[in-house]
């Protein structure tokens, strides 16, 4: 990784605020204590009442997240579904039916009310007019999707799954997940996936859920006080997003724990799970695609594996694993080409010219030209199903069956897995909501596909071959959709380099339990091969090329041999309150000239570190004594007569180290505590040193 630290920044640091969980987790004690207190009064039954709603409002909070993520996601795979259709034509029976609603009871070769847009525009055949047609409704699509979000909610473009990190690491970014973002995620994200941009919906649904489960929560007392209950809903929104993006409870359980989330007790986890449930049981009752399936790639597989596919296997996983790596690097030269040269203001003229010139390749191949969720749905159908699966027009997805044209299927999914390579190397990350969980699973499927074929022509003209001494005579051996469901695991492993996360999610899609060793196989290859490649997935590498504030495990390596004195902001820098005390109109003064500060070290005359303030609680008191004299004294410890005491603001224990205490502990603290900082002071005799703060870890270790 340390050919590409260049792209590390930490120029964004100030746009975020810090969440100081131990502070937050007092003022918890203290709410819940005040509720206890209560019991004391007369008001018993009411006390009790409130008492048992507050511990049920937070399964409320979860059952209500829950069934809108279901609800939205339903909402946006059937828009998105009709959209892409609209590219290749309409239904003469009501343009707002797709094809597969348009031709429900009729087989597609016979189906006449759908009608191309040759045959709607000009009633006869003109290969020009589909492909005008394609390429037009599929550019136009891109150009509004780009102007809504840049008009009206800009941080709903990309992914996201950076920010979510950064959010729940204890960083605060404010609009993020609000309303109207939620709002231009949805619509945007149908119009980008259905424009024909190599970009999938999987990973902004993480961000559409989170948005959810923020806008939902935010409307009861309990979590508005609280940052550390809101990251609760927002961790269990997170595993929801993934669960209805690929009909997975418990995969996306499992991702929000591995690649997501840096704090998830045993608390959280029982939430996230109930919430990826109701989600997924709230879209299965929606039924967007009318099969009873949550997605449209899932599949099934009634063959087993002979162990001598396991070389093939262990390639499926080196090409994820290279395919992985070479993206991401590719991936960052186009972003930061992009950030250099690319305005915010050339957004719709960006994803306009990248969806033409998407749509205008991508319509030459049958396996590019539809929607990458249903390229998956043929790729990884067994071909006694395949055959009977519905052609989209201009199709031939039955000759993938056909041992005649093997030749032609191997070409075409080669052909398929480069343009989809090149497409989603430079369309993930324009300035549209875009994902890279399904175009990298795509591009994976397309190769296992292809080399599947290959095992497979192999196997029909070599039958005596020792390779497939284990094959039973005149029975099929080789099953090409299974390697297509392994390239796609693989792959994705590769891009986002989670793996417990992407064998479950899997095996949930398939339900195929014999392929588990199979599926850990490519897996395990993909990860080592592109860990060699490049450390860390694409989210962790666009939190460093974006100047996310992210606290990750690849800071401990640039802390070595390093202790807090070689890190903190000394103490001739910062801003301390005097504990014995300082006149009003001083302190006034000296909050107004330290707005960059959240807080204040209090100390004594000697310059020994007594506590620490927070700036919100001071400047709140120093309002309420507006009408007392300027002269007036505050004391931050034990007052005088006529003084006024904020001693109650101070926290006499703030979380302390000594100069040389090891970076590594450090981080450690700000991980598995989560204060806002942490005071330096000197072993001698316990003056205030320095102050450390999570943004100067990372100033120190990504500028190394």
């Not at 006869?124 to 979000?149: D, H, P």
């Not at 709002?183 to 961000?207: F, I, N, R, T, Y």
Request: some cysteine; glycine content about 10%.
């Amino acid at each position: 990784m340390s050919d590409i630290s260049h792209t590390k920044s930490t120029a964004r640091f100030d746009e975020f605020a810090t969440v100081d969980w131990i502070d937050d987790a007092a003022k918890e004690r203290r709410r819940l204590q005040g509720l206890w207190g209560h019991l004391g009064t007369r008001r018993v039954s009411l006390s009790w009442v409130y008492l048992a709603y507050d511990a049920a409002v937070s399964w409320i909070v979860i059952l209500l997240v829950g069934v809108l993520i279901g609800v939205n996601t339903a909402l946006i795979s059937i828009v998105t579904e009709w959209l892409s259709d609209a590219k290749q034509g309409v239904c003469s029976r009501g343009w707002w039916l797709n094809q597969k609603f348009c031709c429900w009871e009729e087989a597609d070769e016979a189906c006449a009310a759908w009608l191309t847009w040759d045959q709607a525009l000009v009633g006869g055949s003109s290969g020009f007019i589909r492909w005008l047609a394609f390429v037009g409704t599929g550019t136009a699509m891109a150009a509004t999707c780009a102007f809504l979000v840049r008009g009206y909610a800009p941080l709903a473009a990309g992914s996201g799954l950076g920010e979510i990190k950064a959010i729940l690491g204890g960083f605060v970014i404010r609009g993020f997940m609000g309303g109207w973002t939620l709002v231009m995620k949805s619509v945007g994200l149908a119009l980008a996936v259905g424009s024909g941009l190599s970009v999938g919906k999987e990973g902004p649904a993480v961000h559409m859920g989170c948005c959810i489960g923020n806008v939902v929560a935010r409307n009861f007392s309990k979590y508005r006080r609280s940052a550390a209950r809101q990251r609760e809903v927002i961790s269990a929104a997170a595993a929801a997003g993934v669960a209805v993006a690929f009909g997975a409870p418990i995969g996306g359980v499992l991702f929000s724990l591995e690649d997501l989330s840096s704090h998830f007790p045993r608390k959280t986890l029982w939430r996230s799970f109930l919430c990826a449930l109701i989600a997924t049981v709230s879209l299965q009752a929606m039924n967007p695609f009318r099969t009873g399936k949550l997605v449209m790639f899932q599949a099934t597989y009634d063959r087993d594996w002979h162990f001598f596919e396991t070389g093939f296997f262990v390639l499926l996983g080196v090409f994820g694993g290279v395919f992985g790596g070479l993206c991401i690097r590719l991936h960052l030269r186009v972003a930061a080409w992009r950030r250099r040269y690319v305005r915010p203001a050339d957004a719709v003229t960006e994803a306009a010219i990248l969806a033409l010139g998407t749509t205008a390749i991508t319509y030459a191949n049958v396996y590019t030209r539809a929607d990458m969720g249903e390229l998956l749905a043929y790729l990884l159908q067994e071909c006694p199903s395949a055959t009977a699966l519905q052609q989209p027009t201009g199709g031939g997805w039955g000759g993938m069956c056909d041992p005649a044209n093997s030749g032609r299927v191997i070409i075409g999914l080669l052909a398929a897995t480069v343009i989809r390579a090149v497409g989603t190397i430079v369309a993930y990350g324009c300035r549209v909501p875009c994902g890279i969980f399904v175009p990298s699973m795509a591009i994976g499927a397309s190769f296992g596909r292809m080399l599947g074929t290959v095992a497979q022509h192999l196997h029909r003209t070599h039958p005596k071959w020792a390779l497939f001494a284990q094959c039973a005579p005149d029975t099929p051996c080789i099953t090409p959709a299974t390697y297509a469901f392994l390239g796609a695991a693989a792959a994705m492993c590769g891009v986002t380099k989670v793996t417990v996360a992407v064998v479950v999610i899997m095996y949930e899609l398939t339900g195929a339990l014999n392929f588990i060793v199979p599926t850990m196989i490519v897996v395990m290859v993909a990860r080592v091969i592109g860990d060699a490649i490049v450390e860390g997935g694409i989210s962790e590498q666009l939190i460093l090329l974006n100047g996310l504030p992210f606290l990750g495990e690849d800071e401990d390596e640039c802390l070595l041999d390093t202790v807090a004195a070689a890190i903190m902001r000394p103490a001739e820098e910062l801003v301390v309150l005097p504990a014995a005390g300082i006149s009003l109109h001083g302190l006034q003064r000296l909050v107004d000239n330290s707005s960059g500060f959240r807080g204040f070290p209090v100390v004594d005359g000697d310059m020994r570190l007594v506590g620490y303030a927070h700036r919100d609680g001071v400047v709140k008191a120093i309002a309420s004594y507006e009408a007392a004299s300027a002269e007036t004294m505050v004391a931050f410890g034990s007052s005088g007569p006529g003084s006024i005491s904020l001693a109650h603001l101070v926290n006499p224990s703030p979380t302390t180290v000594r100069p040389r205490t090891a970076a590594e502990t450090v981080v450690e603290m700000f991980r598995k505590l989560g204060p806002r900082v942490v005071l330096v002071a000197s072993e001698e005799d316990g003056t205030l040193a320095g102050l450390l703060t999570r943004k100067d870890i990372l100033r120190h270790s990504r500028s190394h």
